[in-house]
Nanobody, 126 residues
């Protein structure tokens, strides 16, 4: 089992920044891909970004490309999401997820991830 705990959410004005963290524990050796997803009220969960835990390759949704940066610290078993130039439409609960080896083309599919955190709220005011 892998346990994931997100932190760093909060309330920020449009144009501001936040950094989310996701700390992994347990059988972390089984992690190959980690990702961030978000779900706004009344909307389906959507892919935000993913990172290959071993090689460091990163992938982003078009809606956040150029504004968000995903990174990881293998020594700390922690993944980060630096969010800049935040917009009100970025308001959502953000979840981190971890899973097995996954082709880059399918990293946006939440169903392929085995483990999920409890989520952290991000609210961007206009």
């Amino acid at each position: 089992q892998v346990q994931l705990v997100e932190s760093g959410g909060g309330l920020v004005q449009a144009g501001g920044s936040l950094r989310l963290s996701c700390a992994a524990s347990g059988r972390t050796f089984s992690i190959y891909v980690m990702g961030w997803f978000r779900q706004a009220p009344g909307k389906e969960r959507e892919f935000v970004a993913a990172i290959n835990w071993r090689g460091g390759s990163t992938y982003y949704a078009d809606s956040v490309k150029g504004r968000f940066t995903i990174s990881r610290d293998n020594a700390k078993n922690t993944m980060y999401l630096q969010m800049n130039s935040l917009k009100p439409e970025d308001t959502a609960v953000y979840y981190c997820a971890a899973g097995p080896p996954t082709p880059a083309s399918t990293m946006k599919w939440g169903a392929l991830y085995d483990y999920w955190g409890q989520g952290t709220q991000v609210t961007v005011s206009s």
